[in-house]
């Protein structure tokens, strides 16, 4: 049995419960089995909650999914369109590392994206600076 990622009731559920599903997939496919081992997969609130439930209020993997959606389901993280990647602008004061970081998580969120719009959105979020100053030379060199 591989070593299953925890859960602690922050985060994405549906997140989790793929990656559940991917850890055990492979080795097992019984209902009994992705029940019974779910609750190693759980840690602190999360873990709590499971233990809370009351008896024989789990026949089934689905049973499991819907409860468990129904508790964190609020947790879930919304698809990012390609609209918000490009309304995103590095602050004033704020550093490449940051804006970058910022940009590769929303971008993250963006179930398609073109390659070539997310390169000229994190381009245009840029603050005017050396790194955007050489990519307008390089720019401007390929471009002559």
Known sequence: MPKLRTFDGMGDPSNHLKAYDSQLSFCASEDDVYVRAFPGSLSGAA???????????????????DLFMDKFGSSIVAEEDEEALMNLKQKSGEALRSYANHFQRVLTNIPT????????????GLQFGPLKERLVLELSKVHQ
């Open 47 to 65: 873990l709590k909650w499971f233990h809370k439930l009351p008896p024989n209020s789990i026949d089934c993997w689905k049973d499991i999914v």
């Open 113 to 124: 994206m073109d390659e070539k719009v997310s390169m000229i959105s994190f381009f245009h």
